[in-house]
Each structure stands twice: as C-alpha cells, then as structure tokens.
C-alpha cells in the first residue's frame, strides 16, 4: 500500500502519513469481526475544500478513511484507492483511523493562520461510525473546537453522536454547531441491502428526537433518494411523515449520485438485486454521476410538498452551514439541481 509520500494531487501535502506511521490491528470481537484497523499518525486534519466545490463550507475534518456502515452507493469509495486499498469491500472493512487526529487539531487551530472558519465533520465518511466506539476520537476533536469557539457542524448516520450530546451541548452554548441526520427512506427491506452497517432508520429519527429534545436543532438529509426503489409517492410520504414526527427542524432531499469507484460497486449490487433496473439506470445516468435535473427537481418539488403538509420545511437559505451534504469533487452541480444552500 501506498502509505508513504502519498498526496491528495497537485496541491496536496508531501505526505499524509509519516515513515513508521501505521500500525495495523484487526480486533476478535463479535462488532469488528472481520474489519481491519490501519492506526496511523496524520500530518494534518483540517482539510480545505476543492476549489470546484460548492458546498457552503471551505474545511472538513476527517478522523476516519473507509466506513463499516457498507452503503453500497457511498461517494467517498474512490477515496480508498488512493491509499491502493480495494474500494469494495476493502472500503467497508480496511479502516484507517488517524490516531492523533483530536491533538492534531488542537495544535492547527491554535496556529496564527487559522481564522476560526467552520469546519465540517462526516462529509467524507462518517465520523460515527463502529470504530469511533473503539477508538472515541470526536469526544477531543468536540473539545478543541469548543475550547477555541470554532463553528462547526456534524453529519452522520451514526446514532452514537448522542454519546457526545452533552459536549455537543457545551459547544453550542459557544459557538454555532450545526447536527443533520441522514435518512434517505424508512423501507426496512431496502436498508438491510444497501446500508447494511448502519443503525436502523427508526434508530436515527430517534436520535434525532433525543438531540432536539435536548435543545440541539437537529435536520434531516433526506439521502439517498434512490430511483426505482425508494422514491414512490408512498415511500416518500412514510419518510417525511416519521422526519417530521421525529422533530427535525428541516428536511432536504438529495437524489442519488454515482461517481467513479462508488457507480461500479452499486451497479455490480444492482445487477445481482434487482437486474430488471441495469437497463433503467444506466440510461437515467448516462449523462454523468447526477440524474436528470428533470427528475432532482420533482423529488424535491414532492419532498418539499409532504414536508409543508406535516408541518417541516426545508431549512433556512441563511443556516446554509449547520449542516453538510458530501463533498464534491468532480465539478459543479448541474443547473437546477438540488442544492445544499437548502440545508
């Protein structure tokens, strides 16, 4: 594997990791069997996003590379090839955790340079993910940005976030922090096949519950909507209706996107589940990553009607940063896409 000199392109860093940096673990239990840890010492965590991006945030941290959740349409596969790791299932059980990452980010913030900007969390792969149980690095990474007053926001399908709510809560009465949940549909069926490491939807509404019963305003990002198999009319009323009886103070959805690395594994799942739809989505994805904008913006039209009906909006233009969709970076949306200025 490719863990020395490895950089992110052009303008990345010399290294990522340094000589000697990575240790690897795999842990005999019932919850990590058959996952492998790579422990490595990170030479930064704050992330600046590609310039291309439009995401309403400028710098990510990422304490974790490869995810255990399995989604098997997950964007950020691609990602694991860089390290020359297998971005199937080598992205669901080769996790690399950045060790250090929580004194790292301690030590970046308090430099001259840094100007307190928001920093974005589980944009990449989910910062509450199983191995967070193990290796509890968002407890620190909380801390340091509550120390310095540093806005920041959370995305996540993990429903251990409610192990941090009471820092979560010491941040919020300092600083802007913004949670968003992500649950695409509430078909029980579809989630054990396409999120199969993820706690159950109910699972996540009801942490939702929790966080805003709390005092923490909590969104939902109603993604993936998946063509053909999440998104008819009675599947996205069961959505929005448990979103909205969860408390959620808004609800944005996002159509499914295929990038590279991640279009290959879906496509190789959707032939083995539901081949009758190979033919379907490869014409409705024949332009690129994105489905038609036609077809984005009758989800969202639908979505933002049952949301208005239940009593739930979509969020504020102005709280474009208390929540985080994924990272882009191939480019800019297509026009009239779904945007996540609606977060």
């Not at 959707?270 to 332009?287: C, F, I, N, Q």
């Amino acid at each position: 594997m490719r863990w020395e000199n490895l950089t992110e392109g052009p303008a990345g860093p010399a290294a990522l990791f340094g000589a000697g940096a990575v240790v690897t673990r795999t842990i005999d239990t019932p919850e990590f069997r058959g996952i492998t840890f790579h422990e490595v010492r990170a030479r930064s965590i704050v992330n600046r996003v590609p310039g291309a991006s439009r995401m309403p945030f400028e710098w990510t941290v990422n304490p974790y590379r490869g995810c255990s959740h399995a989604c098997v349409y997950c964007f950020a596969r691609k990602t694991h090839g860089y390290l020359d790791l297998d971005t199937g299932l080598g992205f669901d059980s080769q996790i690399v955790v950045k060790t250090n990452a929580p004194e790292l980010l301690r030590r970046e913030l308090a430099a001259p340079r840094w100007t307190g900007a928001h920093i974005a969390m589980g944009t990449n792969v989910d910062c509450y993910q199983r191995a967070e149980g193990r290796y509890r690095l968002m407890p620190g990474i909380i801390e340091a940005l509550r120390d310095r007053a540093n806005p920041f926001s959370i995305l996540t399908k993990g429903t251990l976030i409610l192990r941090d709510l009471p820092l979560l809560r010491e941040a919020a009465e300092v600083t802007e922090v913004g949670i968003s949940v992500s649950v695409g549909f509430t078909d029980t069926p579809l989630w054990r096949t396409v999120e199969p490491g993820t706690p159950s939807p109910a699972a996540r509404l009801n942490a939702v519950r929790t966080l805003t019963d709390a005092g923490i305003e909590c969104g939902v990002l109603m993604a993936p909507v998946i063509p053909f198999l999440g998104d008819s009319p009675a599947q996205l009323r069961a959505t929005v209706r448990a979103v909205a009886e969860s408390g959620a103070t808004s609800v944005t959805p996002l159509v499914l996107h295929l990038r590279p690395g991640a279009r290959e594994w879906f496509t190789a799942w959707l032939g083995e589940h539901h081949p009758h739809l190979v033919e379907r989505y490869e014409r409705m994805y024949a332009g690129g990553s994105y489905a038609p904008t036609w077809y984005q913006r009758m989800i969202t039209r639908q979505v933002h009607e049952l949301a208005a009906e239940f009593g739930i909006g979509p969020a504020r233009r102005g709280a474009t940063r208390r929540t985080a969709g994924p990272e882009r970076r191939d480019g800019p949306e297509p026009a009239g896409a779904t945007q996540l200025t609606l977060l």
